[in-house]
């Protein structure tokens, strides 16, 4: 990783621009470059912005090399750099092999074992179908490093893999488990209290006053971001 490197590019394609500023897909010397750019994010929610760019570039750094997750090329303040993982969201790609998620689900075990939670993968295009229709996962904005694995990480942990077979019960149901249908029957405490409580006045802010559509991988952005 280049850390404060000021890495020139031309012709950035937007994927994404929402309240916390844009995303870019462009070209460095040849590479193809995805670029978080938290300046134009609105002035309310900018340092909101700047941690979770923060968060993303600790979280990629302590996964670096990772197969199926995005290296960190560089980070400042306000912007940040990944590589590009060639792949179609979850919702485009639509993986019906449980391969797939069995692929996914090594992945997943692979950060839980870093003490890394994802925390954001209820939505479908923080999941990549890359060419080879395996796994990759992206977008670590809300990510969580626990280092000493407590309860709440635990619970974190397993809600990562609840929203998994959430997936896989949308894409290929007959080939769930006993156990996974057990665990998708019995979501953690801390989700039945999020999804009575705080989601409707989440989703009351973001997408009436705010009118930010928390929805991914849809319009331009749908090739990676």
């Known amino acids: 990783m280049r850390e404060h490197e000021n890495l020139q590019a031309s012709a950035p394609k937007l994927l994404k621009k929402d309240i916390f500023g844009r995303t870019d897909l462009l070209v460095i010397e040849t590479r193809l470059i995805i670029r978080r750019d938290a300046r134009p994010a609105r002035v309310a929610v900018r340092f909101i912005a700047r941690k979770m760019l923060e968060r993303e570039a600790r979280t990629l750094a302590l996964l670096e090399g990772t197969t199926g997750v995005p290296d960190l090329i560089r980070v400042d303040r306000d912007t940040l750099d990944r590589t590009y993982i060639e792949g179609q969201p979850m919702q485009d790609g639509r993986p019906a092999d449980p391969r797939y998620f069995k692929a996914a689900a090594k992945i997943l075990r692979h950060l839980h074992r870093q003490n890394v939670a994802h925390n954001d993968l209820a ?24 280092p000493r694995r407590g309860a709440l990480f635990r619970i974190m942990a397993r809600e990562d893999i609840r929203h998994l077979l959430k997936h896989k019960r949308t894409y290929c149901p007959q080939h769930l488990t006993r156990r996974e249908v057990e665990i998708l029957n019995h979501p953690s405490w801390l989700a039945r209290i999020w999804m009575r409580t705080a ?27």
């Open 199 to 225: 989601k409707p006045v989440y989703l009351f802010i973001t997408r009436r006053l705010l009118k930010w559509q928390d929805r991914e991988g849809t319009g331009p952005r749908s090739r990676n971001e």
């Open 123 to 146: 939505k479908e295009p923080n999941f990549l179908v890359t060419s080879g229709r395996q796994p990759a996962i992206i977008d670590f904005q809300l990510a969580w490093f626990a």
